[in-house]
C-alpha cells in the first residue's frame, strides 16, 4: 500500500474537484484586492494628512487683542516679559529692574493671567516675591488703581506694566497694601529708604523677613 502512495501520489488517488480549486482562488483574488484598496485608502489619508497638517486652535477674541497690546509694548532696557508656555500667551512674567529711586538694583517679578473676557476684565498681576513697599502686601497683591475701579477696556498691558513701574520709583503712601510700610514712608522717608535697602539685601524689618531681590 505504502508502494502505491507514493507511485502514484495523493492527487491521483483523490482528484480535487475543479469548481472548488476555482472557488478557493476567487476567494483569495477577492481578499487581496480588498486589502490592496483599503491599504490605498489609508495611504491616501495619511497624504491628506500630512498635506494639511494638524488642525490648529481658534484663536480667542481675547488671545487676538493680547497679540496686539504685546506688539505695541516699549519696554526700555529696565523691563521684560517671560513666557514660560509659549503657546500660552495669557499668562507671562514681567521682570522689572528699576534704575533710579529707592528700588534702583532689584530685580521684581510680577506673574500676568489673563482670562477670555480681557480686556472687559483687567489682567491679575501678582509679584512672587516678599518685598517691603507700601503698594505690594506680604502675599504679592497690587495695589494699582487701573487693576481695580479704574481699569478700563480701552487700557492695554502697556499702561499696566507703565504703572507698575512707576510704585518703584514713586511709592503711594495715601493708597497701601503694607500699611506698615506706608506708616515708615509718611514719618519717615530717610528710615523707609533704610528699611528698603536691608528688606532687598533679604533682611528683616520689625520682625518680617523678606527675600533678596538685589541683582
Given amino acids: 500500500m505504502l508502494k502505491i502512495w507514493s507511485m502514484v501520489g495523493f492527487d491521483t488517488l483523490f482528484p480535487r474537484q475543479s469548481g472548488y480549486a476555482f472557488a478557493t482562488f ?7 484586492e480588498r486589502s490592496l484598496t483599503l491599504s490605498q485608502k489609508q495611504k491616501q489619508q495619511q497624504d491628506e494628512s500630512a498635506a494639511t497638517g494638524p488642525k490648529k486652535k481658534k484663536v480667542t ?6 497679540q496686539k497690546d504685546l506688539s505695541e509694548l516699549s519696554l526700555g532696557s529696565t523691563m521684560k516679559t ?12 514681567l521682570t522689572i529692574e528699576p534704575d533710579e529711586g529707592m528700588y534702583k538694583g532689584g530685580r521684581f517679578n510680577f506673574n500676568f493671567a489673563i482670562n477670555q473676557n480681557f480686556p472687559h476684565d483687567p489682567p491679575k498681576v501678582k509679584c512672587t516675591q516678599k518685598i517691603y513697599h507700601p503698594n505690594i502686601d506680604l502675599e504679592g497683591n497690587v495695589c494699582l ?7 478700563k477696556p480701552v487700557l492695554n498691558l502697556n499702561a499696566v506694566i507703565v504703572g507698575l513701574q512707576f510704585l518703584f520709583l514713586e511709592p503711594n503712601a495715601s493708597d497701601p497694601l503694607n ?3 506706608a506708616e515708615d514712608l ?27 531681590v538685589l541683582k
Fill in 26 to 32: 476567487s476567494a483569495h483574488s477577492l481578499l487581496s
Fill in 82 to 93: 517671560d513666557f514660560p508656555n509659549p503657546d500660552d500667551i495669557l499668562n507671562f512674567t
Fill in 186 to 212: 509718611k514719618s519717615n522717608r530717610e528710615g523707609f529708604k533704610r528699611n528698603v535697602r536691608s528688606a532687598m539685601g533679604g533682611g528683616a524689618v520689625k520682625g518680617q523677613s523678606y527675600e533678596r
Fill in 61 to 66: 477674541a481675547a488671545q487676538l487683542r493680547v
Fill in 179 to 181: 500699611k506698615e510700610a
Fill in 145 to 151: 488703581n487701573i487693576l481695580r475701579e479704574d481699569w
